[in-house]
């Protein structure tokens, strides 16, 4: 596996900042100049790498056993985040990211059910940066809509779209629940090989032949190493201190995503524009615990408000503005991402049409104390609600209240609720608050079963998917775009 010089370009990149001279954009306060030798200053390219079901303890640089050289290198070249948030789920953590906006809110409290979506009046993450002048292009997984064509990213401001709209597929035949759904632009594709390889593929294709007279925002959304799990197409030998098994097969799919990313950096350099370039990395939710993954001593996993499901393994990376090493411990939740990324390239944040999160740029690039407003996260199965440092958790709909300080108790041991009764009820009372809307998520699920994720049961590492019906995208229905 290729070293990846990383801290080297960290400090050359800062001496290129501290050297530059501030510009006026269109559209917000003055950016430096990204590099001196640049003919004309451009933001900052945007890259948001999501990975699906990984554990707070399934990257080496919060102490793994798995082989994540890449990831590891990243975090020592840019910041780790320490008190990265998301929701316990998949579809409710991509509407926070896209929208910046509480995905509670509109019913968005699961995986998405096939015959909705995100709502159509969100404006999302691609439409304003397409309004700062950026390429927009998206690669992997979407799960915020399928059945009908309005949905698709294609419809919501990607100029792109490769890969799938369900929640999972087999990564060999691209299947899922009987249904091929693996498609560019809206059209199907029968192609062979790894979606995980193909993913890595795709989006060094996009930067090798994007326009290179305007900056591009990409959001790499692999599935990996979400179920099913399969063995990979290669024994990358870096886990073979991990005993035979679901655990092992896991590492294999998240050294093998790592090595994707690895070579997205690569391609960066070879671009030369590393230097110009953000990059975001992120779990979407927990670890399955059932499945070979790990939350380290975090409790819960996903599907769980506890802090297992979640607290996951993230870092940002832009060689002009973070200094090498850095550490995160304020807390960041998905839906800060929009009005981060946005002030980050020159933007305003202010100017969003619908806000729940709020812009932490100041935080990451100076240092400065951010304070937090109450956050809401969760899913069907339970919501949580920080104030920080207090974290209140509601188990269902009606569940019993618990209560933790997890500055003092990150691991949800001791419960206050006795102790604290004031804090108690002032955030059962913001839980009540919320408005009570119809779900959008799958209730029941007929293609679960397909996921091979069902506890005690021998999982067959080299079974394949099959397809008994026709492509998810040409059965869509055609909407309005």
Known sequence: MKKRNF?????????????????????????????????????????????????FGDVGYNGSEIATPNLDQMASA??????????????????????????????????????????????????YFKELGYQTFMVGKWHLGKSNTDYW???????SH??????????????????????????????????????????????????????????????????????????????????????FVYAEMVTQLDDGIGQLIDELEKQGILENTIVVFSSDNGGSLSLGSSNGDLRGAKGSSFEGGVRVPGLIMWANHIKAGEVLTQQIVVQDWLPTLLDAVGGNSSNLEKLDGQSMWQAIDRGVKIDR????????????????????????????????????????????????????????????????????RAVNDAAKSGSRSARNTAIDYEARAEETRSPWAEAAVRGRN
């Open 373 to 440: 407003a109450q956050t809401i996260l969760g899913s069907s199965s339970g919501r949580a609600v920080f104030d920080w440092p207090w974290k209140l958790v509601r188990m269902g709909a009606d569940g019993e209240h618990q209560l933790y300080n997890v500055i003092d108790d990150p691991y949800e041991q001791e419960d206050l609720a006795r102790e604290q009764p004031e804090i108690l009820a002032k955030l059962a009372a913001v839980l009540e608050a919320m408005p009570d809307v119809p779900t959008r």
């Open 162 to 247: 490769y890969g799938f709209l369900s929640g999972f597929i087999d990564f060999y035949s691209h299947v899922y629940a009987g249904g091929l759904d693996w498609q560019k632009n809206g059209v199907s594709l029968r192609e062979e090989g790894h979606a995980t390889d193909l993913f890595t593929a795709e989006a060094k294709r996009v930067i090798d032949t994007r326009d290179t007279a305007s900056p591009f925002f990409l959001y790499l959304a692999y599935n990996a190493p979400h179920a099913p799990l399969q063995t990979t197409p290669e024994d990358s030998g870096l886990n073979s201190e991990i005993k035979p098994g679901n655990r």
């Open 78 to 127: 840019g910041m780790t985040l320490d008190r990265n948030y998301v929701y316990p789920i998949c579809s409710p953590t991509r509407t926070g990211l896209l929208t910046g906006s509480n995905p509670l809110d509109y019913g968005i409290d699961g995986p998405m059910a096939a015959d909705t979506g995100m709502p159509r009046d969100l404006k999302i993450m691609p439409e």
């Open 7 to 55: 801290v080297l370009l960290i400090a050359a990149g800062n001496f290129l900042a501290a050297c530059s001279v501030p510009v006026e954009t269109e559209a917000g306060p003055p950016i430096p100049i990204a590099s001196l030798d640049r003919d004309t200053v451009s933001r900052p390219n945007v890259i948001f790498i999501l990975v699906d079901d990984m554990g």
């Open 153 to 159: 990213p294609i419809s919501r401001g990607f100029d």
